[in-house]
T-cell receptor, first 112, second 118 residues
Framework: GESVGLHLPTLSVQEGDNSIINCAYS??????FIWYKQESGKGPQFIID?????DKRQGQRVTVLLNKTVKHLSLQIAATQPGDSAVYFC???????????FGRGTSLIVHP | GAVVSQHPSRVICKSGTSVKIECRSL??????MFWYRQFPKQSLMLMAT?????????EQGVEKDKFLINHASLTLSTLTVTSAHPEDSSFYIC??????????????FGSGTRLTVV
């Protein structure tokens, strides 16, 4: 599990819009993926997960899409609210290692 | 749901002293605990992985004598920053994992500890 220490990209949206946050993962052997939300000064919170035998999974206002061909993961947030403002991280886990590898994260800013 | 408690949430210490951070899984037994360090506006950097009753596995570049990890039980892991210096100031986060169905693990994070060394 190695994280990349790069500065965070930012996505700014208006309240009520749909948000799409993207993540490119590195290991084609990864078979489990998790999206986390991290608010300032807090630990990451679980949002939604998806296994590699699926390409889409829906939760409450959130949808995760998985494209294994191009090793891409996205998180869609419907009707984004100011409370959704946070940093979002994707994590990939391979069956051969139980250690999650985190993406660089995206800072979501929702304007009222 | 799984809950992980991390204490303290904030600590200020003098340079040269040691600080202990606790991470507890409150309602499940964690087979593995992870310790991360996070710099402002950056991703989580894995420092070490620990299994109950065995020595922690440290990531490359992390000083094991500087960051002591003890995982004495399935519900408690501690990180001690020894002889802290201002460059150790950071946000430290623990994560506890346990196997879920079909061999997949769940990972639950603590609330983090903001360490400031003065």
């Amino acid at each position: 599990g190695e994280s990349v220490g790069l500065h965070l990209p930012t996505l700014s949206v208006q309240e009520g819009d749909n948000s799409i946050i993207n993540c490119a993962y590195s290991n084609s052997a990864s078979d489990y993926f998790i999206w986390y939300k991290q608010e300032s000064g807090k630990g990451p919170q679980f949002i939604i997960d998806i296994r590699s035998n699926m390409d889409k999974r829906q939760g409450q206002r959130v949808t995760v899409l998985l494209n294994k061909t191009v090793k891409h993961l996205s998180l869609q947030i419907a009707a984004t609210q100011p409370g959704d403002s946070a940093v979002y991280f994707c994590a990939e886990i391979s069956g051969g290692s139980y250690i999650p590898t985190f993406g660089r994260g995206t800072s979501l800013i929702v304007h009222p | 749901g799984a809950v992980v408690s991390q204490h303290p949430s904030r600590v200020i210490c003098k340079s040269g002293t040691s600080v202990k951070i606790e991470c507890r899984s409150l309602d499940f037994q964690a087979t593995t605990m992870f310790w991360y360090r996070q710099f402002p506006k950056q991703s989580l950097m894995l420092m070490a992985t620990s299994n109950e009753g065995s020595k922690a596995t440290y990531e490359q570049g992390v000083e094991k004598d500087k960051f002591l990890i003890n995982h004495a039980s399935l519900t408690l892991s501690t990180l001690t920053v020894t002889s802290a210096h201002p460059e150790d100031s950071s946000f430290y986060i623990c994560s506890a994992s346990a196997m879920k169905q079909r061999g997949y693990y769940g990972y639950t994070f603590g609330s983090g500890t903001r360490l400031t060394v003065v």
